[in-house]
């Protein structure tokens, strides 16, 4: 029985929405059909705008090197985020010390740490500190530097060095991207920096991120999904998804 290219659309698309990019050998052997078949399916797609295709097959058009600005997207799917953060404020205990983070669905966890007794939180985020002296109760640490004015965020080697001075139970990390091929990867190299060495200081790393950063791959990689204690995202996570952390081993925690 011959696939039709409806079928083999959705295969092109699903594959690419998971791993970032395809192999015309590759999906010649998956789908049962010639190469030329493939190479008349990649340029069908390119002109529908799913696709861009390279040299010997094809990548998604998401891959995205700019973030918008922090305000922008703290106005993007709120309600998601803020539902992410009630369930990744649950992970911490009384007593515990956390390091969190920028990041706008970062953000959202602390309102639901207000009652958190004997609580130590380290941040390098302008945002996050701000709203950790306003409504927290424990102790608040700024990992500081120079600060970076379109990340509102300090970085560089002066917030890395004050930042291996601790150890910490556990660490909220924001992400730019998921993805299978390239990982959990973000938009700025100095944050990127400050996400690696939060992950190396934590007993525990927890990846906090709504349904709209998977399969999104941006500048620089923080590390390998697996390299996570733990992942925190909202329902509107695809299925594919789902099982794909499964296979992976990655713990997951889906909020509604």
């Not at 891959?63 to 990744?88: D, T, V, Y």
């Amino acid at each position: 029985m011959s696939v039709t290219y409806e079928d083999r659309r959705m295969t092109i698309l699903g594959l690419l929405e998971m791993e970032g990019k395809v192999q015309v050998p590759q999906l010649a052997e998956r789908l049962g059909v010639s190469t030329e078949t493939v190479r008349r399916d990649l340029d069908r797609l390119e002109k529908e705008g799913k696709l861009r295709k390279v040299y010997g097959g094809a990548v998604k058009m998401r891959m995205e090197l700019h973030e918008p600005p922090f305000m922008k997207r703290s106005q993007m799917n709120p309600a998601k985020k803020s539902s992410i953060g009630r369930l990744a404020a649950s992970l911490v205990q009384d007593g515990e010390t956390v390091m969190v983070d920028n990041g706008t669905t970062t953000l959202e966890i602390l309102p639901h740490l207000r009652d958190r007794k004997d609580l130590t939180l380290i941040t390098h985020s302008v945002p996050i500190l701000n709203l950790a002296m306003e409504i927290l109760r424990g102790r608040v640490i700024f990992a500081g530097g120079e600060i970076d004015p379109e990340c509102q965020a300090a970085v560089g080697s002066l917030t890395e060095q004050m930042l291996d001075g601790f150890k910490v139970n556990k660490a909220f990390l924001a992400a730019g991207g998921i993805s299978v091929t390239d990982g959990v990867t973000d938009y700025h190299l100095g944050e990127v920096n400050i996400k690696r060495k939060m992950m190396q200081r934590a007993e525990e790393t927890i990846l906090v991120a709504d349904h709209s950063k998977f399969g999104r791959s941006t500048f620089a990689r923080i590390a390998r999904l697996e390299e996570f204690s733990m992942l925190v995202t909202d329902s509107d996570c695809p299925k594919e998804w789902v099982e794909k952390l499964e296979a992976l081993g990655v713990e997951r925690m889906i909020s509604e």
